[in-house]
C-alpha cells in the first residue's frame, strides 16, 4: 500500500512552523508531483513558502559559503489561481537573509521552477543539476552558483 495519499495530505493540513525538516522531507519524498502541488495550493501555499524561506537562515551554513556574496532569486510557478511568488535569499557576511518579493538588486543568478520541485529541491529530495538537465528548473545566471546552492544548507534528508 502507497503512503503518498496520506503524506499529500498530511502536507496540505501542515503545521510548517511545527514539523521538523526531517518530517517535512519525508512527506515530500512520499509524494509524486502532482499530489504536492494540488496539497501545496493556496493559504497552505503561503504559509509553507514563508516558513521555508524562514528557515533557510537558520540552516544556513557560513562555514560552506566563506565569503560568498550574492542575490538569489526564487521563481516558484504555482497553479493558475497562485500564480508565481517570488523570493530572494540574500548572502553576505557569512549570514542568509531571506525576503518575500523582488528587490530592485540585480541577482547573482534567478532559480524558477514550480512548486513541486521546489518542494523537491529544497527538502533534500531533487538535485539542482539533474533538475537542470532535465529542464525542471530554469537557471538565469551563474549557474556554477545555482549548481552548489544545497551545500550553503543543512538540508535533511528524508
Do not use: Y
Request: net charge neutral.
Amino acid at each position: 500500500m502507497s503512503e503518498s495519499p496520506t503524506a499529500a495530505a498530511e502536507l496540505a493540513g501542515l503545521d510548517f512552523a511545527a514539523v521538523s525538516p526531517q518530517e517535512f522531507a519525508r512527506l515530500v519524498k512520499a509524494s509524486s508531483a502532482k499530489e504536492l502541488a494540488a496539497a501545496f495550493e493556496g493559504e497552505t501555499r503561503q504559509r509553507g513558502l514563508r516558513e521555508i524561506f524562514a528557515r533557510m537562515e537558520r540552516l544556513f551554513r557560513p562555514d560552506a559559503a566563506g565569503s560568498l556574496k550574492a542575490l538569489i532569486r526564487w521563481k516558484i510557478e504555482g497553479s493558475a489561481a497562485d500564480g508565481t511568488a517570488v523570493f530572494e535569499t540574500a548572502i553576505a557576511d557569512g549570514a542568509c537573509t531571506a525576503a518575500e518579493g523582488a528587490s530592485a538588486a540585480e541577482p547573482r543568478v534567478t532559480l524558477a521552477l514550480s512548486d513541486a520541485e521546489f518542494l523537491k529541491l529544497v527538502s533534500g529530495n531533487g538535485n539542482p543539476v539533474t533538475m537542470f538537465v532535465m529542464r525542471k528548473i530554469k537557471i538565469g545566471g551563474d549557474v556554477g552558483l545555482a549548481a552548489g546552492l544545497t551545500r550553503l544548507f543543512d538540508i535533511p534528508k528524508a
